[in-house]
T-cell receptor, first 111, second 115 residues
Framework: KQEVTQIPAALSVPEGENLVLNCSFTDSAIYNLQWFRQDPGKGLTSLLLIQSSQREQTSGRLNASLDKSSGRSTLYIAASQPGDSATYLCAVRDRDDKIIFGKGTRLHILP | KAGVTQTPRYLIKTRGQQVTLSCSPISGHRSVSWYQQTPGQGLQFLFEYFSETQRNKGNFPGRFSGRQFSNSRSEMNVSTLELGDSALYLC??????????????FGSGTRLTVV
């Protein structure tokens, strides 16, 4: 059974710092991995989608990597801003075509 | 291009009642999936519909059901509501679904409160 874990559960960093969020999954047989952002009480906003054959994707200050063999993905945020404060979720699409989410990392950027 | 639309945004129901939530996917998307989000359990998969057929189902009781119409719009129904059904219900649409390389686009959700 696929399980997705995100560490840490919460993170506070000063504005301007670079940071890394981690996501691990137990079954490497995935179609893709997607990173989302969720603001309080809102829906999910897709940030980056990495196909199983890809190693990384970049969008602006965000870079996501995928290492299927080790069951890990990282989301790198460069030059963090207060507007980056949100919960970040990773989700894998597994071999049964279900999306399995991690519990998320609550990020707080200190002005 | 319109996003995924969920209605209503907020809902308050009494225990024992039933409720129907609606989701309109992005135009051209044929797959719609539903998720329940609670503080304790996080995001949990309910079911996925593709071309009017339920293709995948999570581990929820039979009180949770859904359907998809020919225009890809989907409804989710919960019967005999319980206090524990209070949650944010999210739907997501995807272009093709099974085995495709596309990600999911989420709606803003319906906040259901059972009293």
């Amino acid at each position: 059974k696929q399980e997705v874990t995100q560490i840490p559960a919460a993170l506070s960093v000063p504005e301007g710092e670079n940071l890394v969020l981690n996501c691990s999954f137990t079954d490497s047989a995935i179609y893709n991995l997607q990173w989302f952002r969720q603001d309080p009480g809102k829906g999910l906003t897709s940030l980056l989608l990495i196909q199983s054959s890809q190693r990384e994707q970049t969008s602006g200050r965000l870079n996501a990597s995928l290492d299927k063999s080790s069951g890990r993905s990282t989301l790198y945020i460069a030059a963090s801003q207060p507007g980056d404060s949100a919960t970040y979720l990773c989700a894998v699409r597994d071999r049964d075509d279900k999306i399995i989410f991690g519990k998320g990392t609550r990020l707080h950027i200190l002005p | 291009k319109a996003g995924v639309t969920q209605t209503p945004r907020y809902l308050i129901k009494t225990r024992g009642q039933q409720v129907t939530l609606s989701c309109s996917p992005i135009s051209g998307h044929r797959s719609v999936s539903w998720y329940q989000q609670t503080p304790g359990q996080g995001l949990q998969f309910l079911f996925e519909y593709f071309s009017e057929t339920q293709r995948n189902k999570g581990n929820f009781p039979g009180r949770f059901s859904g359907r998809q119409f020919s225009n890809s719009r989907s409804e989710m129904n919960v019967s005999t509501l319980e206090l524990g059904d209070s949650a944010l219900y999210l739907c997501a649409s995807s272009r093709l679904g099974l085995g495709d390389d596309y990600g999911y686009t989420f709606g803003s959700g319906t906040r259901l409160t059972v009293v």
